[in-house]
C-alpha cells in the first residue's frame, strides 16, 4: 500500500467502504474483490476488504480495539496487547513519567495507553504508511476519551534521527519506550542484531538517558545479552509467553558489558536502615544469585541520597558459599582501588531488595524502593502479580500427590526455585521445570495438576492402559525426553473409546515416566507472592 492509499482510507470517504466490507462473509474472496472494483480503485478496493479481514484476525489479540483501528499485517503481529499496554503504561505514570516518546510506536498500541493514562506521547514511526495509521489510531483514542486532545504528536522518520536521549529522557518525568522490529526478510527473529532501530543505538539510549527507558523485546531474546543494570520483567498474558520487557531507571550507569559491572545487593532490614543509630552511607552485606556472566567485586561505595560517600571493603569468599548475604566490614576504605581485602568472586548477577534509602553502588545501578531495580522476574497478566528471580530449585523430589507446571514467565525469568519454595515443592528432576509436592495449592504462576497415576516411559504399557481406560482424545505435556506428542500420540493408535486424559511425560528422579494427570482449579490457593507489578 502507498502512502496516497493509506491517507484515503483513514478519511471519512473510506468509511462507508469499510462499513459495507464489514458485512462481507468473506472479505479476502474474489467475488468480494470484483464487487467493490466496479466503484473504487483497485488498490482502494483491496486495502477497504484487506483492512476487513486483518481486524477480524485481530479480535482476539486486541479485543474490541481491532474493529476500529487501522491495522497491517507486519504492525498486528507485533501489537502489544491491551492488558500489557496498560500494565506498562500505568507502571510509568506511577513512577511520575508525564511524557512519553515512544520511538517505534508501530500502530501506536502502547502510545494510546500511555495516553489513557495521561502520558503526554510523542509518537515516531519510520515507515511513512504506518505512520499514518499510527495518527489515525491516536486521534481516534484522543476523541473517544474527553481530555486526552492534543496529547500526542507524531512524527514520520526513524528514531536514530529525531530521537535524542539526552532531551527526550532529561529527567524523571521524560521517559523513552522503544519497540524495535523484530522482522527480516526471513521472518521473525530473534537475535539483537536484527533489531530496528539497531541494539547498538538502543545501547546509546542506555548510556545517554537521564530519565527512564523501557524496551520491549521478544521473549526469545538472549537472557545473556541483558543488560546486568536492567530490570527485566518477561510477560506472560493469559498462559502465553508475549514479550520480555526491560526497564532502566534514572541513575542507573550505562550497563556496558556485563563482566564489568558490580552486582550487589542491599539486604538489610528497612528498619535497621531507618534506625537513627545506623550509620548511614555504609554498606552491611551483599548477596548475589546466580545469571549467565560471573563477576569480581573488589568493594562497594554506598551514599544515601544526602550523604558524603563510603567505602566499604568486601571480604574474600568463594562464588559457592555467596548464597546467602554476606557480611561487610564496616570501616571505610580508602578507596574503590584500594580494598583493604582481596576481591570477592561473586556468582554472576545479584538480586536487589528494596531499601528504605535511596543508595549509590559504584559501578552499580541506583536503587530506589519507588522505582524498580536490578533483577529479574516473571509478570502474569491478567492476575497481575510478579514473580521475582530466588535462589536456585531445591534438590529434585520424588513424585508426589501434586504436579505444577510453571508458567513460560516463571522458566524464562529463571524464577522456578522462587516457585518451588512458595508452593513447597521439589522439581521432578535436574534442570526439569515441572514441580511436584504433596500439599494442594493453586498458584498464578503455574498450573496445577492432580497426578492419577504412572506408567513406564513405554509405547507398549501407554497403549495397554489406552485400551483399558478407552482413550480416543490424548493431551500430551513434556520436558527434557526429545518427544513429538503429535508424532507420539499417532505411534500410539488412539481409538476405540470415548475417554480424554492428559499425561506429563519427563523424567523423574526414578527415571523417565508417564504421569497421568487432572488439571485442578478448584485446589486450596496460595495468596501470590507480594511485589510491585
Known amino acids: 500500500m502507498d502512502v496516497a492509499t493509506a491517507r484515503w482510507l483513514v478519511s471519512a470517504a473510506a468509511q462507508p467502504w469499510l462499513t459495507l466490507a464489514a458485512a462481507e462473509a468473506d472479505p479476502a474472496a474474489l467475488a468480494a474483490a470484483a464487487r467493490f472494483r466496479r466503484d473504487l480503485a483497485p488498490e482502494q478496493a483491496a486495502a477497504v476488504l484487506s483492512q476487513i479481514t486483518l481486524?477480524?484476525?485481530?479480535?482476539?489479540?486486541?479485543?474490541?480495539?481491532?474493529?476500529?483501528?487501522?491495522?497491517?499485517?507486519?504492525?498486528?503481529?507485533q501489537a502489544t496487547r491491551p492488558d500489557v499496554a496498560n500494565w506498562r503504561a500505568d507502571r510509568l505514570r506511577r513512577a511520575g513519567v508525564t511524557g512519553l516518546t515512544d520511538a517505534a510506536a508501530g500502530l501506536g498500541f502502547d502510545a494510546v495507553a500511555a495516553v489513557a493514562a495521561g502520558i503526554a506521547v510523542r509518537a515516531v514511526e519510520r515507515d511513512p504508511v504506518t505512520a499514518v495509521f499510527l495518527?489515525?489510531?491516536?486521534?481516534?483514542?484522543?476523541?473517544?476519551?474527553?481530555?486526552?486532545?492534543?496529547?500526542?504528536?507524531?512524527?514520520?522518520?526513524?528514531?536514530?534521527?529525531?530521537?535524542?536521549?539526552?532531551?527526550?529522557?532529561?529527567?524523571?518525568?521524560?521517559?523513552?519506550?522503544?519497540?524495535?522490529?523484530?522482522?527480516?526478510?526471513?521472518?521473525?527473529?530473534?537475535?539483537?542484531?536484527?533489531l530496528s532501530p539497531a541494539w547498538a543505538w538502543l545501547e546509546q539510549v542506555f548510556s545517554a538517558s537521564r530519565g527512564p527507558v523501557v524496551v520491549k523485546l521478544g521473549p526469545g531474546a538472549p537472557r545473556s545479552q541483558i543488560p546486568a543494570s536492567a530490570e527485566a520483567i518477561w510477560v506472560s498474558q493469559a498462559g502465553d509467553l508475549v514479550e520480555l520487557s526491560l526497564w532502566l531507571w534514572p541513575g542507573q550507569p550505562s550497563p556496558g558489558p556485563v563482566s564489568g559491572v558490580i552486582a550487589a545487593a542491599i539486604?538489610?532490614?528497612t528498619a535497621a536502615l531507618a534506625q537513627p543509630a545506623a550509620t548511614p552511607g555504609r554498606l552491611s552485606a551483599i548477596s548475589a544469585q546466580p545469571a549467565d556472566v560471573p563477576i569480581r567485586l573488589s568493594a562497594v561505595s554506598v551514599r544515601p541520597a544526602a550523604a558524603p560517600a563510603q567505602l566499604a571493603a568486601v571480604p574474600d569468599r568463594p562464588a559457592a558459599a555467596l548464597t546467602q548475604p554476606v557480611a561487610v566490614p564496616d570501616q571505610p576504605a580508602a578507596a574503590l582501588d584500594q580494598a583493604a581485602t582481596p576481591p570477592a568472586k561473586l556468582p554472576p548477577a545479584a538480586v536487589v531488595t528494596a531499601a528504605a534509602l535511596p543508595v549509590q553502588l559504584t559501578g552499580g545501578p541506583a536503587l530506589s524502593a519507588a522505582v524498580g531495580t536490578p533483577g529479574w522476574s516473571a509478570l502474569i497478566l491478567p492476575a497481575g502479580c510478579r514473580l521475582a528471580r530466588g535462589a536456585p530449585p531445591p534438590l529434585p523430589g520424588p513424585l508426589a500427590a501434586y504436579l505444577w507446571e510453571p508458567d513460560p514467565a516463571v522458566i524464562r525469568a529463571d524464577a522456578v526455585g522462587a516457585l518451588a519454595r512458595l508452593l513447597g515443592a521439589r522439581p521432578l528432576a535436574d534442570q526439569i521445570a515441572y514441580l511436584t509436592g504433596g500439599r494442594a495449592a493453586l498458584t498464578p504462576y503455574a498450573t496445577a495438576f492432580e497426578v492419577l497415576g504412572r506408567l513406564p516411559f513405554s509405547d507398549k504399557a501407554v497403549r495397554a492402559w489406552i485400551r483399558q481406560q478407552g482413550i480416543a482424545a490424548l493431551e500430551v505435556k513434556t520436558r527434557g525426553l526429545g518427544l513429538d506428542p503429535a508424532v507420539w500420540r499417532r505411534r500410539l493408535g488412539l481409538g476405540g473409546g470415548r475417554a480424554q486424559a492428559t499425561v506429563v511425560c519427563a523424567p523423574t528422579v526414578d527415571g523417565a515416566a508417564v504421569i497421568i494427570v487432572r488439571r485442578r482449579k478448584d485446589l486450596a490457593a496460595r495468596p501470590p507472592e507480594p511485589l510491585p507489578v
Not at 481486524?55 to 503481529?77: N, P, V, Y
Open 267 to 269: 539486604p538489610a532490614p
Open 135 to 194: 495518527a489515525a489510531n491516536l486521534a481516534q483514542a484522543s476523541a473517544a476519551q474527553p481530555g486526552l486532545a492534543g496529547r500526542h504528536e507524531v512524527l514520520a522518520g526513524a528514531a536514530e534521527d529525531l530521537v535524542d536521549p539526552r532531551r527526550d529522557a532529561a529527567d524523571l518525568p521524560q521517559a523513552i519506550f522503544v519497540d524495535p522490529s523484530r522482522r527480516t526478510a526471513q521472518g521473525r527473529s530473534w537475535r539483537l542484531d536484527d
Open 55 to 77: 481486524r477480524r484476525r485481530a479480535r482476539a489479540k486486541l479485543g474490541s480495539l481491532a474493529d476500529s483501528f487501522f491495522l497491517t499485517r507486519d504492525g498486528l503481529e
